[in-house]
Nanobody
Framework: VQLQASGGGLVQAGGSLRLSCAASGGTGSLSFMGWFRQAPGKEREFVAARSVAWNDGSTWYDDSAKGRFTISRDSAKNTVYLQMNSLKPEDTAVYYC????????????????????WGQGTQVTVSS
């Protein structure tokens, strides 16, 4: 499975961006896709995740993303999106998409080590 992330850029505080993560090659084996981010000097942290199974609409968010970010999917395109609104300078980071074959437990979804596949990352910079 290959993941291609795109959509990052430079935006002013309060603005919006939409990130995309397109999956290819064996996507039928995936159950969950998500987004993490990593700021300079910090560990990679969980942002949001959702099921990509046809019969499971589960979506999970980190507290920092709730109410501002929305993760969605386009099954026909094997693509997951992260709509980010009301962006803050502290949202500045490289954003990575990830995918997992087996549905994770909610308690472990934020553990980067359990995710099977990773995209290359896209830079998001929010200016104050």
């Amino acid at each position: 499975v290959q993941l291609q992330a795109s959509g990052g850029g430079l935006v002013q505080a309060g603005g919006s961006l939409r990130l995309s993560c397109a999956a290819s090659g064996g996507t039928g084996s995936l159950s969950f896709m998500g987004w993490f981010r990593q700021a300079p000097g910090k560990e990679r942290e969980f942002v949001a995740a959702r099921s990509v199974a046809w019969n499971d609409g589960s979506t999970w968010y980190d507290d920092s993303a709730k109410g501002r970010f929305t993760i969605s999917r386009d099954s026909a395109k094997n693509t997951v999106y992260l709509q980010m609104n009301s962006l803050k300078p502290e949202d500045t980071a490289v954003y990575y998409c990830a995918a997992r074959r087996v549905r994770p437990a909610r308690s472990s979804v934020s553990d980067a080590s359990i995710w099977n596949y990773w995209g290359q990352g896209t830079q998001v910079t929010v200016s104050s």
